[in-house]
């Protein structure tokens, strides 16, 4: 993408032969000549770097500087033939990228406007790739759901907003029927599809407020913000014809048919949160006993809000 930059000066000469110079050496540039007009274009302008004047009718250029770095996403190098009146610390405080004295040398600017664009390229490569490091840290590799300790960070959040907003929550706790047979007689490669695949369903199956966890092994937990127990119940039995129609074919290309076990229960107000994920766990339990691929609800009277 084309760097694009804006100078704001009111001398037009000085802003046009430095809008030409920029543009010589591969920018695309633009001038105005006040803060007013520098505004307006970046309201409907996407413009990498900001190179203006302190000296403007109306909002000075500090104040300029002050306005683009609270509202956009735009690096701003600051002129001034004024050396006495401003300091580099002011506009560096204001949220400038650089300072330059006037008469501009464009040599130097242009020195200095590499520098900007480059260090601009390198925070925004940081933060992507912080922001690739934090979703690794709370993602599963291998289903690409969140993983454990995320669920439970994330439990406690929902509990607090359920008790503060009085809105009903819900938790499923899903179990892979006899996960362990078909580890031992298909392999674990073919096991790491089948969590793989059941991943992938239960995403689908989702509203975007909603979030699916791989709790362990074979376990999956999915909790259901604002969702009473029987919406949570109707969700739950999505999952379960979900996953009994999926196709699983680990040996000669014939279907093997993969269940589940899901518990389905609903946040009582002011219930300590290890007494929540310790019903859904019992509510799964009774599935498994009641012969797997079945959906089990256990509530309590005060559930409600």
Do not use: W
């Amino acid at each position: 993408m084309k760097i694009r930059i804006l100078i704001v000066d009111d001398d037009l000469g000085i802003g046009d032969s430095m809008r030409q110079f920029i543009e010589m050496a591969g920018y695309e540039s633009f001038a105005v000549q006040n803060a007013e007009d520098a505004l307006a274009f970046l309201s409907h302008s996407r413009i990498q770097i900001v190179i203006t004047d302190i000296m403007l009718p109306g909002i000075n250029g500090l104040e300029l500087t002050d306005l683009i770095k609270k509202e956009h996403d735009t690096d701003v190098i600051v002129m001034t033939g004024y050396s006495e009146d401003y300091s580099y610390e002011e506009a560096i405080n204001k949220g400038a990228s650089d300072f330059v004295f006037k008469p501009v040398r464009y040599e130097e600017l242009l020195l200095r406007l590499k520098r900007v664009i480059n260090e601009r390229q390198l925070s925004k490569e940081r933060i992507h790739m912080l922001k690739r490091l934090q979703k690794l840290a709370i993602t599963d590799a291998l289903t690409k759901l969140y993983n454990s300790r995320h669920f439970h960070t994330q439990i406690e959040l929902e509990v607090d907003r359920s008790n503060r907003y009085g809105h009903p929550l819900s938790l499923l706790l899903l179990d892979i029927d006899h996960f362990k047979e078909y580890n031992d007689t298909y392999g674990h490669l073919e096991g790491n599809k089948v969590l793989q695949k059941i991943g992938s369903v239960i995403r689908t199956c989702l509203r975007k407020m909603d979030s699916a966890y791989r709790y362990g092994g074979e376990e999956f937990t999915i909790i259901l913000p604002e969702t009473s127990g029987e919406e949570a119940e109707v969700v739950a039995q999505r999952i379960r014809g979900a996953i009994e129609t999926e196709e699983f074919k680990p040996l000669d290309n014939k279907p093997v048919p993969v269940t589940v076990s899901i518990g389905v229960t609903q946040y009582c107000p002011n219930e300590e949160v290890f007494k929540f994920i310790q019903r859904s766990d019992k509510a799964m339990y009774t599935s498994k006993e009641n012969g797997r691929n079945k959906v089990s609800c256990l509530f309590v009277e005060n559930a409600s809000f």
